[in-house]
């Protein structure tokens, strides 16, 4: 009998005995019944069977081309097979095992399913494909933890702009998803599980740089924080997928294996535990693809809400499961919502509707097969509750599907009834026109006056602006002058004296300064300075009224005449290009403080962070960083100078941007 050939299940041929005694290669081998015998080798193919035994043959090839098939393709009636099969495993077995069940993110609910096997052999299998399955993500989670101190000292050049912390209730775990979602920390922020177990409280406000937030709110809560994934040569810091800072209550931070911390969230979810929901939450926040492939398939099989959380984290972040764009699905979210905004709403049911409206608000409004998802959002009634109107909101703002007759209807209510609804329906709104010639805002006929509730609100003067109001349609409304000046900064016209009114019944300088560098950084200095000019002032309110522009960086350092009585002025020349001895001068100042001098103590410290602020925004960072090694030195034998200068340099100047924390404002 001569050799033949096999067909095997992927479709390919392989060696095996022949097919028939007649099957020859040969010219007298009638043509119709080679035919016949080669459509007929895929009906004696072996079954899916074939390829777990063949794990166990005798002959080498066999074995590698069994584990390389199974490792592209393993069938559902194969897995429950290849569990038996891990029970009794030799040793390379075992390692071919392995390799099956590490080769795609999509079997990682299989291997957690190995973990629940009485055999320890399976066990001990089912780890080595779950460390396996994770180095493919990233090679670096054998390595330890890297704590927070260090963390912040690789971060710190690297955070921009001040981000504005409002005051907020609520449990500290939601109030750290809102810091993930808004602050750029520049890495994914995952929070434990151990987090969630703090009670709601009241949380003050708090200004400064997305690292900074986070460490105040750690202190505040008696946290701590470390970097995942980083190499040991702390090489490709955000560079990489599989980078995350974990946040952990302290009874927590022992663990700090990366893959252990992994594999405990994991195991928590399949086992559908008391912190299930948190656990899943902290696996989508890391970024790894295989959890959301099996909350996928968890939700669409038993909808559970378990996964769907997952899910909406993850999209809350920018990475959207398909099942989320499917309009069924949408419609048991919405469903979810209106369950919970019409019962009794508590601390936990206030988060889910904030984690659904946040999620949702990230997936596209339009699904894969065409349907227009955002028709789901804009149904509401008369009678739909606060909170599921305020969720809606939020998705078609995030959707830019806002043009419909819900935000109609909630703007035409009037701010009074309900500011932060009110705003919510304007952003909708705005950010669906946004670049339409149909911005008119007069249609809306929303009384003015009753904006005085809401002028400091941020992102309203933009949001005006863009619907197409003007500073002069404001001109009767007292208490509305920095949003007229912010109104006309915009349309380009003149804003001194509505600046300097504002001024002047403030404290002088504290409240403007900051919102002249937000100027400045979004419009450019030489358009904030054109803007002012239209100003006539005596020569004692004109001194006064320029330092603030040169303070905040409208005018440029040392335009206004000699400073060198005035120490903030001078830290600002001494930020300059050729300000290496005037910040030579500010170094003998500190070496001569007085620790009893308060007012000069506070001034110094300004100071110097003002000579931060002018090396940082004129790009002269070899400059800040000799600069910080002489502030060090200066300081290293005092401990006074020390915790004056602790948290030198600051963070740069830029943009402030207020923090949305949603429902946990007070």
């Given at each position: 009998m001569?050799?033949g050939?096999?067909?095997e ?8 005995p022949?097919?028939?005694?007649t ?9 119709a ?7 007929s080798?895929p ?10 035994l063949e794990?166990?043959s005798?002959d080498?090839?066999?074995r ?7 490792c592209?393709e393993?069938?559902p009636?194969q897995e ?10 030799d040793?390379?077995l075992e ?5 099956i069940?590490a080769a795609r993110?999509?079997r990682l609910?299989?291997i957690?399913?190995?973990f629940?096997?009485?055999s320890?052999h399976?066990?001990l299998?089912?780890?080595?494909a779950f460390v396996?399955?994770?180095s493919?993500w ?7 933890a890297?704590?927070g101190?260090?963390l912040?000292?690789?971060?710190y050049?690297s955070q921009r702009?001040?981000?504005h ?7 500290p ?12 920390l520049?890495?994914?922020l995952?929070i434990?599980?151990?987090v ?5 409280r009241s ?5 400064g740089?997305p690292l900074?937030?986070l460490?105040?709110l750690?202190a505040q809560n ?6 995942h994934?980083?190499p040991?040569?702390?090489?490709g810091l955000?560079q990489s ?5 974990r946040?952990s209550a ?9 893959d252990?911390?992994l594999?405990?969230?994991a195991l928590?979810v399949r086992a559908g535990?008391?912190?299930a ?5 902290a696996l989508?926040?890391?970024g790894w693809p295989?959890?959301?492939l099996w909350?996928?398939e968890?939700?669409r099989?038993r ?17 959207c499961?398909?099942?989320l ?14 369950e919970l905004?019409?019962g009794e709403?508590?601390?936990?049911a206030?988060a ?6 946040r ?18 959002w804009q149904s509401?009634?008369?009678e739909?509750?606060?909170l599921?109107?305020?969720a ?5 703002e995030?959707?830019r599907?806002g043009?419909?007759e819900?935000?109609r209807?909630?703007l ?6 309900d500011?932060?609804l009110w705003f919510?329906?304007l952003?909708?709104l705005v950010a669906d ?6 911005l008119?805002?007069t249609?809306?006929?929303f009384?003015?006056d009753?904006?005085v ?8 003067g933009?949001?005006?602006?863009q619907l197409?109001?003007?500073?002069g349609a404001?001109s ?5 002058e920095?949003?007229r000046a912010?109104?006309?900064l915009?349309e380009g016209?003149?804003c001194?004296?509505?600046l300097y ?6 404290e002088?300088g504290?409240?403007l300064e900051?919102?002249?560098v937000?100027w400045?950084?979004?419009?450019g200095r030489?358009?904030?300075a ?5 100003l006539e002032l005596?020569e004692e309110e004109?001194?006064s009224?320029?330092?603030?522009l040169?303070?905040s ?5 040392g335009?206004?005449g000699d400073?060198g009585d005035d120490?903030?002025k001078?830290a ?7 300000g290496a ?8 100042e500190l070496?001569m403080?007085?620790?009893s001098?308060s007012?000069?103590?506070e001034?110094l410290w300004?100071a110097?962070r003002r ?11 070899e400059?800040?960083?000799s600069?910080?090694?002489q502030t060090?030195a200066?300081?290293v ?7 004056l ?6 963070a740069p100047?830029g ?10 404002r007070q």
């Amino acid at each position: 009998m001569t050799r033949g050939y096999q067909a095997e299940t992927s479709g390919s041929l392989r060696e095996g005995p022949a097919v028939t005694e007649t099957l020859r290669y040969g010219p007298s081998m009638p043509l119709a019944t080679l035919l016949l015998a080669l459509f007929s080798l895929p009906l004696l193919a072996a079954g899916p069977a074939d390829d777990l035994l063949e794990l166990s043959s005798v002959d080498a090839r066999t074995r590698e081309l069994a584990t390389r098939r199974l490792c592209a393709e393993l069938r559902p009636e194969q897995e429950l097979a290849l569990i038996a099969l891990a029970g009794e495993a030799d040793f390379e077995l075992e390692r071919r095992i392995t390799r099956i069940l590490a080769a795609r993110d999509e079997r990682l609910p299989l291997i957690l399913e190995l973990f629940g096997d009485k055999s320890s052999h399976s066990r001990l299998i089912a780890r080595a494909a779950f460390v396996e399955l994770l180095s493919r993500w990233n090679p670096s989670y054998a390595t330890e933890a890297i704590s927070g101190e260090r963390l912040k000292s690789l971060l710190y050049h690297s955070q921009r702009g001040l981000v504005h912390l409002p005051a907020s209730v609520g449990k500290p775990a939601a109030l750290f998803e809102r810091l993930a979602q808004g602050a750029r920390l520049g890495l994914p922020l995952v929070i434990d599980r151990g987090v969630d177990l703090i009670p709601s409280r009241s949380m003050s406000s708090f200004q400064g740089a997305p690292l900074e937030l986070l460490d105040e709110l750690c202190a505040q809560n008696k946290l701590s924080y470390q970097l995942h994934g980083l190499p040991v040569d702390a090489s490709g810091l955000g560079q990489s997928t599989g980078q995350w800072i974990r946040v952990s209550a302290a009874r927590d931070a022992g663990l700090s294996s990366s893959d252990e911390l992994l594999l405990l969230w994991a195991l928590r979810v399949r086992a559908g535990a008391s912190d299930a929901l948190a656990s899943a939450r902290a696996l989508a926040n890391t970024g790894w693809p295989a959890p959301l492939l099996w909350f996928e398939e968890r939700w669409r099989e038993r909808g559970d809400r378990v996964a769907l959380s997952g899910l909406l984290t993850a999209a809350s972040k920018g990475r959207c499961a398909l099942v989320l764009t499917e309009l069924d699905t949408q419609i048991a979210i919405r469903e979810r919502l209106d369950e919970l905004a019409e019962g009794e709403v508590d601390q936990q049911a206030m988060a889910e509707i904030e984690e659904i409206a946040r999620g949702i608000a990230r997936v596209a409004s339009r699904s894969a097969t065409g349907e227009d998802l955002s028709e789901v959002w804009q149904s509401a009634s008369r009678e739909t509750p606060r909170l599921g109107l305020w969720a809606r909101l939020v998705v078609l703002e995030g959707q830019r599907s806002g043009a419909c007759e819900l935000t109609r209807r909630v703007l035409s209510e009037g701010v009074s009834r309900d500011p932060e609804l009110w705003f919510r329906a304007l952003r909708a709104l705005v950010a669906d026109l946004q670049g339409s010639s149909d911005l008119d805002w007069t249609e809306l006929e929303f009384p003015l006056d009753e904006l005085v509730g809401l002028a400091t609100r941020p992102g309203l003067g933009r949001a005006l602006h863009q619907l197409g109001m003007e500073s002069g349609a404001l001109s009767a409304c007292a208490g509305l002058e920095l949003l007229r000046a912010e109104l006309a900064l915009r349309e380009g016209e003149s804003c001194g004296e509505l600046l300097y009114s504002a001024w002047m019944e403030s404290e002088r300088g504290a409240a403007l300064e900051p919102l002249l560098v937000q100027w400045r950084v979004e419009f450019g200095r030489s358009r904030v300075a054109l803007a002012l000019k239209d100003l006539e002032l005596s020569e004692e309110e004109a001194e006064s009224w320029e330092r603030l522009l040169e303070l905040s960086g409208v005018l440029r350092p040392g335009s206004t005449g000699d400073a060198g009585d005035d120490l903030q002025k001078l830290a600002c020349r001494a930020g300059g290009a050729g300000g290496a001895e005037l910040r030579g001068l500010l170094l003998e100042e500190l070496s001569m403080v007085d620790p009893s001098a308060s007012e000069e103590l506070e001034e110094l410290w300004m100071a110097w962070r003002r000579v931060a602020w002018a090396l940082q925004e004129s790009g002269q960072e070899e400059a800040l960083r000799s600069f910080e090694i002489q502030t060090a030195a200066e300081a290293v034998e005092n401990e006074f100078l020390r915790e004056l200068l602790r948290d030198f340099p600051p963070a740069p100047r830029g943009l402030h941007k207020a923090l949305d924390v949603g429902l946990l404002r007070q």
